[in-house]
């Protein structure tokens, strides 16, 4: 049995519908994530739902507000933290927003990224597995397991409703 941090991450789409916001983590030297483009997420707090987390975080990283979004699956992720311990990610597509998005936040650079090159930047190995899942639009829903040993996913699985 896992015991995961649960989070979430979205992928804001530009109006063009071909680009994605992303984070550039570069502005902290202490992150586990430095160097690496990923969507827009966080961890989901004690007392609020993974929905209401999404748009918190979304408010927070971006000043967006949301006005459309899906669930688009879920990815665990054994083992993934430095320590060992276990995340559970809520993944979602943002369809519609309204906002001023800065040019940076904390973590980083937010610049909109083209859907058709996300594998040619650096992220985490493991969200190779499950980003196509995200922008297939004939699949309903994804929910992935990609354990981690090391710092490195040993394989991934997924089912599709």
């Known amino acids: 049995m896992i015991t995961p941090v649960l989070t979430t991450l979205a992928f804001v789409q530009h ?3 071909q680009r994605v916001l992303m ?3 570069i ?3 202490g992150d586990d994530q430095l160097g690496k483009f990923n ?3 966080g961890k989901v707090e004690r007392d609020e739902d993974v929905v209401a987390g999404m748009r918190r975080e979304l408010r927070e990283e971006a000043c967006l507000e949301v006005d459309s979004m899906r669930l688009r699956g879920t990815v665990s992720w054994p083992g993934f ?3 060992g311990s276990d995340v559970f990610g809520f993944v979602f597509m ?3 927003w309204h ?3 800065p040019a940076a936040n904390v973590e980083g650079p937010l610049s909109w990224q083209r859907v058709d090159q996300l594998g040619e930047l650096p ?3 493991g969200d190779r597995y499950f980003l196509p899942l995200v922008f297939d639009e004939t699949i309903g829903q994804f929910h992935a397991v990609i354990p981690y040993e090391n710092g490195l996913p040993t394989g991934a699985s997924w089912s599709v409703l």
């Open 99 to 101: 906002g001023d998005i």
């Open 39 to 41: 969507g827009l997420g």
């Open 94 to 96: 943002v369809d519609a």
């Open 123 to 125: 992220m985490w190995e």
């Open 81 to 83: 933290n430095a320590d």
């Open 27 to 29: 502005a902290r030297p």
């Open 15 to 17: 109006p063009d519908g």
């Open 23 to 25: 984070v550039h983590r």
